[in-house]
Protein backbone atom coordinates (compact mmCIF):
# COMPACT_ATOMS: atom_id res chain seq x y z
CA UNK A 1 0.00 0.00 0.00
CA UNK A 2 2.86 2.59 0.73
CA UNK A 3 4.65 1.74 -2.36
CA UNK A 4 1.24 2.57 -4.45
CA UNK A 5 1.15 6.30 -2.10
CA UNK A 6 4.78 6.64 -3.42
CA UNK A 7 4.42 5.89 -6.70
CA UNK A 8 1.05 7.93 -6.74
CA UNK A 9 3.23 11.04 -5.21
CA UNK A 10 5.61 10.88 -7.96
CA UNK A 11 3.10 10.44 -10.43
CA UNK A 12 1.70 13.72 -9.45
CA UNK A 13 4.52 15.42 -8.48
CA UNK A 14 6.12 15.03 -12.31
CA UNK A 15 2.59 15.85 -13.94
CA UNK A 16 2.77 18.97 -11.66
CA UNK A 17 5.86 19.67 -13.01
CA UNK A 18 5.15 19.21 -16.48
CA UNK A 19 2.36 21.50 -16.49
CA UNK A 20 4.38 24.27 -14.56
CA UNK A 21 7.29 23.98 -17.35
CA UNK A 22 4.40 23.65 -20.21
CA UNK A 23 2.54 26.88 -18.77
CA UNK A 24 5.32 29.08 -17.91
CA UNK A 25 7.26 28.38 -21.47
CA UNK A 26 4.04 29.49 -23.28
CA UNK A 27 3.56 32.49 -20.64
CA UNK A 28 6.89 34.14 -21.59
CA UNK A 29 6.18 33.45 -25.50
CA UNK A 30 2.77 35.57 -25.31
CA UNK A 31 3.10 39.34 -26.61
CA UNK A 32 0.65 41.84 -24.44
CA UNK A 33 -0.44 44.66 -26.31
CA UNK A 34 -0.49 46.89 -23.69
CA UNK A 35 3.39 46.80 -23.21
CA UNK A 36 3.81 49.37 -26.68
CA UNK A 37 3.30 52.40 -23.73
CA UNK A 38 0.33 54.08 -25.12
CA UNK A 39 -2.13 53.72 -28.66
CA UNK A 40 -0.65 51.03 -30.54
CA UNK A 41 0.24 52.27 -34.15
CA UNK A 42 -0.12 50.09 -37.03
CA UNK A 43 3.93 48.84 -38.05
CA UNK A 44 5.31 49.91 -40.78
CA UNK A 45 5.74 47.18 -43.60
CA UNK A 46 9.19 45.95 -44.13
CA UNK A 47 10.63 43.28 -45.73
CA UNK A 48 11.93 40.36 -43.58
CA UNK A 49 14.64 38.08 -44.75
CA UNK A 50 15.55 34.90 -43.07
CA UNK A 51 18.98 34.31 -41.96
CA UNK A 52 18.38 31.84 -39.42
CA UNK A 53 19.64 28.30 -40.43
CA UNK A 54 16.60 26.97 -38.89
CA UNK A 55 15.45 24.84 -35.76
CA UNK A 56 17.37 26.44 -32.94
CA UNK A 57 19.63 22.69 -31.32
CA UNK A 58 21.12 24.90 -28.67
CA UNK A 59 18.15 26.13 -27.39
CA UNK A 60 15.84 22.96 -27.58
CA UNK A 61 19.05 21.47 -25.25
CA UNK A 62 18.62 23.85 -22.59
CA UNK A 63 15.36 23.47 -22.50
CA UNK A 64 15.82 19.68 -22.06
CA UNK A 65 18.60 19.85 -20.00
CA UNK A 66 16.62 22.52 -17.40
CA UNK A 67 13.46 20.12 -17.72
CA UNK A 68 15.51 16.95 -17.02
CA UNK A 69 16.95 18.77 -13.99
CA UNK A 70 13.33 19.64 -12.74
CA UNK A 71 12.37 16.01 -12.62
CA UNK A 72 15.37 14.50 -11.16
CA UNK A 73 14.99 16.99 -8.55
CA UNK A 74 11.15 16.34 -8.02
CA UNK A 75 12.18 12.61 -7.64
CA UNK A 76 15.05 13.49 -5.78
CA UNK A 77 12.42 14.86 -3.50
CA UNK A 78 10.22 12.64 -3.18
CA UNK A 79 12.36 9.90 -2.67
CA UNK A 80 14.21 11.57 0.73
CA UNK A 81 10.39 11.93 1.90
CA UNK A 82 8.91 8.94 1.12
CA UNK A 83 12.30 7.97 3.02
CA UNK A 84 11.58 10.43 6.12
CA UNK A 85 8.40 8.77 6.34
CA UNK A 86 9.60 5.10 6.79
CA UNK A 87 11.66 6.05 9.02
CA UNK A 88 10.11 7.91 11.55
CA UNK A 89 7.15 5.04 11.11
CA UNK A 90 9.75 2.70 12.06
CA UNK A 91 10.66 3.77 15.25
Known sequence: MAQATFKI??????AITT???VLASSAS???N?????GAIAPAPTVPVVDTS???????AL??????????????AVARLAHGRGR????H
Open 9 to 14: KIWFAL
Open 19 to 21: VSL
Open 29 to 31: AMH
Open 33 to 37: AADAG
Open 53 to 59: GGFDWVA
Open 62 to 75: IGAAVAAAVILATI
Open 87 to 90: LAAS
